[in-house]
């Protein structure tokens, strides 16, 4: 098993246009660091309508509340902020934005529990003797003993057939060769829509899911140890 | 005092209305009517294990201006994601998890 920088073709160079946005990287260190609550705004507000940050304070009174605690209320703001920023971008922005901005979270979470200089972008895994697949995964963690490969997605509608099937490909590929590859999905969307969104896909027992609420889990474990990411689900829903 | 009844019904009303929008997606009609049916069901659970309890100014006025928010949706494809969100929102109001 091996990593190779995806080529990049027209479009992958406008996205890598939006991936180097400031915006992004921001916003990647705004979340990474938000709790669960912090999260769902941010995938609110930047599922876009009002562009009025009174009206989410309102929305979400356990963050902006008098009962919030002072720091927790200022990263709610910058939260808020960010994400309203990327909303305002009009409609096929917002989507390339909101991509690029789960990626590069995970990217980040990841370097919080691997060395930094681990954690890829869209690389593409080669085995010996198969087809090597055009499809480079989003986030690789790239170890000389091991390695992980995530696809991200906004939300549980991006999960689908094609997705799951090249994560469980690369995973028994790589069990093939006696490598060790844990692939995974992370959805920045709730564990209960991901569910519903599986429900009706083959199942893949051996990709793992990340839902919204289980986003630490990528930051958490030690390296090395069977389940590091502990908290994340089965790809199947039980 | 309004309660916790009171509030989720507000709730499914959009909800319900949210999935009708949705549904307008014809190859994600089993999608949003799977989404729907399971959230309205995490919603009404909530109403039946809390239902008299009385709930304060502030998660009334949050969950009123959500729906009020996704009633002016349009767009079936922002409905489909609102589906997911929207009933997120009422939850954390109420100090409920997803």
């Known amino acids: 098993m091996r990593f190779q920088d995806a080529s990049r073709d027209a479009r992958a160079v406008v996205y890598a246009g939006v991936q180097a946005d400031p915006t992004v990287a921001r916003a990647a260190q705004l979340l990474a660091a938000a709790t669960t609550g912090q999260r769902l705004l941010a995938r609110a507000a930047m599922n876009g309508q009002s562009d009025d940050p009174a009206a989410w304070r309102v929305m979400f009174p356990t963050l902006f509340g008098p009962r919030a605690e002072a720091a927790e209320s200022e990263r709610s703001e910058a939260v808020l902020t960010a994400a309203l920023d990327v909303a305002g971008r009009g409609e096929h922005a917002r989507s390339l934005y909101r991509g690029a901005i789960v990626e590069a979270l995970t990217e980040r979470l990841l370097a919080q529990r691997v060395q930094p200089a681990a954690v890829h972008r869209e690389r593409r895994i080669l085995f010996d003797g198969v087809r090597s697949e055009i499809h480079p995964y989003d986030v690789t963690v790239e170890l000389p003993d091991r390695a992980e490969a995530y696809d991200c997605k906004w939300g549980a509608r991006g999960i689908n057939a094609e997705v799951l099937l090249q994560l469980d490909l690369a995973r028994r590929n790589a069990e093939l060769e006696g490598a060790r590859l844990v692939t995974a999905l992370v959805v920045f969307d709730s564990r209960r829509s991901c569910r519903v969104r599986l429900a009706r896909q083959t199942p893949t027992p051996g990709v793992r899911l990340v839902a919204l609420e289980s986003l630490d889990a990528l930051a958490g474990g030690r390296p090395g140890v069977p389940g590091a990411l502990a908290g994340a689900d089965p790809g199947r829903p039980s | ?98």
């Open chain 2, 1 to 98: 005092m309004p309660d916790v009844h009171d509030t989720i019904a507000r709730a499914t009303s959009a909800l319900d209305a949210l999935a009708r929008a949705g549904e307008a997606v014809e190859d994600e009609w089993q999608y949003v009517t799977d989404l729907h049916a399971v959230w309205r069901a995490r919603l009404v659970q909530v109403a039946t294990a809390r239902g008299t309890a009385s709930v304060e100014p502030g998660v009334l006025e949050a969950v009123e201006r959500a729906s009020v928010e996704i009633e002016a949706i349009e767009d079936p494809h922002r409905a489909i994601d609102w589906l997911s969100t929207y009933p997120q929102i009422v939850l954390l109001a109420l100090g409920e998890t997803g």
